[in-house]
């Protein structure tokens, strides 16, 4: 039996800084509202508090998001601090409102990971998804400073029925640009992605298994580009898995901070009120990481209590269900099974050998 | 490395054998050995209750082309790889 430790070091904070976007992506998972302009956001002495008690519970790094992370008025002062702390700093944004000044003060604060989010090798495609006309063209400007500035970068495209034939174009662009890695996700069917379920745009479980393939054994060989394709690990292939490791989102010790200061335990909370836990004005990061009852449940359930097909998975320990968010978001239910693999089992997609017997 | 040694797989490992190859794969850490066919053979002899010896002397009866030394060694590095992380448990080590 592992032994079961009281203490969960919080080793990551995701910082929701914004709950405004400058786009209105038809499939954004917690559904921020639209707008061009700075925000005031989370107030940022009460962050720096925040984040210098976290660094007593174990915080190595902090991830930049929202919204999008750059509407953040304080977002020069913020990467300072964490500069000054020492601790790791990831970006995600739409890669719209790069200049100079943030691109220089993202270097001398030794930014370690910037994720920029481009859904087409097209104009047309990826603005219709983005929702802003010559939300394309800014994002590619964007992507080329972050090149001339010497970053690293990787570029992560959500996956849509209608940007499906823009993927192998997509490829070429990111070796052109320069990405050292793009990330493929499939749809979540949370926030405004229900509405693109809805209308089907997403692809099905096999049909993504089937993409999967296609990307690992075609297109990612003899290639500078790494391809990361977002499926859960025992959907994976056992080559991928030896090559890449296994990568799922490490649930138990991560914690959000919303724009309006409600602790959550991602950026669902934006839009599932039940999954707010306390809030960054008024309580203690520490109280609320070692007492709050969602965490509390989330530490005794995971894995043991995760419901149909990942309850049985060899991988159960390490993915934890995949995503909880999105499968509470779904159902209700933090232990509800993760809804691919289990639409892949109902479908005779999951295989044998990564369940328990 | 004492060629009597034989050897049985950790009853709390998983051996798996898919289309692009084999793994073993311990679910509560996540440490997980990928195998090539001579590792998955390999580690299958041990299954079929074969000392050290006995399993370099097959593998070399399906490898001819190998040194015998060459396959001892390679043999012998494999298991205590497997041995190290507690994937396999030493039956006897007279």
């Known amino acids: 039996m592992r032994e079961q430790s009281p203490y969960y070091q919080l080793s990551s904070l ?36 925040a984040i210098l008690e976290a660094k007593g519970l174990g915080l190595q790094s902090v991830k930049l998001t ?15 601090f964490l500069a000054a702390e020492e601790i790791d700093i990831l970006i995600e944004t739409n890669g719209t409102l790069f200049n100079n000044n943030i691109l220089e003060k993202m270097k001398s604060c030794n930014v370690e990971q910037i994720s920029v989010s481009l859904d087409a090798c097209t104009p047309e495609v990826h603005d219709k998804i983005r929702g802003v006309k010559g939300s394309f063209d800014r994002t590619i400007a964007g992507l080329k400073m972050l090149a001339e500035h010497g970053f690293n970068f990787q570029i992560i495209m959500t996956l849509h029925r209608n940007n499906l034939m823009e993927l192998p174009g997509l490829i070429s662009l ?24 809805r209308d ?35 959907l994976r292939s056992i080559t991928d898995i030896k090559r890449r490791g296994i990568i799922e989102c490490r649930i138990l010790n991560i914690l959000g901070i919303l724009a309006n200061g409600d602790f959550s335990i991602c950026g669902i909370g934006q839009i599932i009120d039940d999954l707010r836990m306390g809030n960054l004005y008024k309580d203690s990061i520490k ?4 007492e709050n009852l969602i965490l509390a449940g989330l530490r005794q359930g995971l894995p043991g209590r995760l419901k149909g097909i990942c ?47 | 490395m004492d060629l009597r040694i034989r050897y049985k797989q950790n009853k709390d490992i998983v051996y798996r054998e898919e289309d692009d190859g084999a793994f073993l794969f311990d679910p509560e850490t996540g440490a997980l050995r990928y195998m090539n066919r001579s590792g998955r053979e390999t580690f299958l002899m041990l299954k079929g209750d074969k000392d050290i010896k006995q399993v370099v002397d097959n593998m070399l009866e399906l490898y001819p082309e190998v040194e015998p030394p060459q ?18 448990l030493p039956l006897n080590s007279k």
Request: proline share 4%; glycine share 6%.
């Open chain 1, 66 to 80: 929202g919204g999008e992370p750059l509407l953040y008025r304080d977002i020069y002062a913020l990467l300072e």
């Open chain 1, 14 to 49: 995701y910082l929701y800084l914004a709950d405004q976007c400058n786009l209105s992506c038809r499939h954004c998972w917690i559904s921020p509202g639209f707008s061009q302009d700075q925000k005031d956001g989370i107030y940022i002495e009460y962050l720096k508090k």
């Open chain 1, 311 to 357: 309850g049985r998975c060899i991988f159960r320990f390490q993915c934890m269900g995949s995503c909880r968010a999105n499968a509470y978001a779904m159902t209700r239910d933090l232990f509800a099974p993760y809804f691919l693999c289990e639409e892949s089992y109902e479908s005779g997609l999951f295989p044998d050998s990564r369940i328990s017997r």
């Open chain 1, 287 to 290: 109280d609320v990481w070692r």
């Open chain 2, 71 to 88: 396959m001892q060694s390679d043999v012998e590095d494999f298991l205590k790889d497997l041995e190290e992380i507690h994937f396999i």
């Open chain 1, 174 to 197: 990111c070796k052109d640009l320069g990405a050292t890695s793009l990330k493929i996700n499939p749809l979540m069917p949370c926030g405004r992605g229900k509405e693109v379920f």
């Open chain 1, 200 to 234: 089907r745009q997403n692809l099905n479980t096999g049909e993504l298994i089937e993409l999967y393939r296609m990307v690992e054994q075609e297109w990612s060989l003899n290639m500078d580009l790494d391809i990361i394709f977002d499926l859960p690990v025992a």
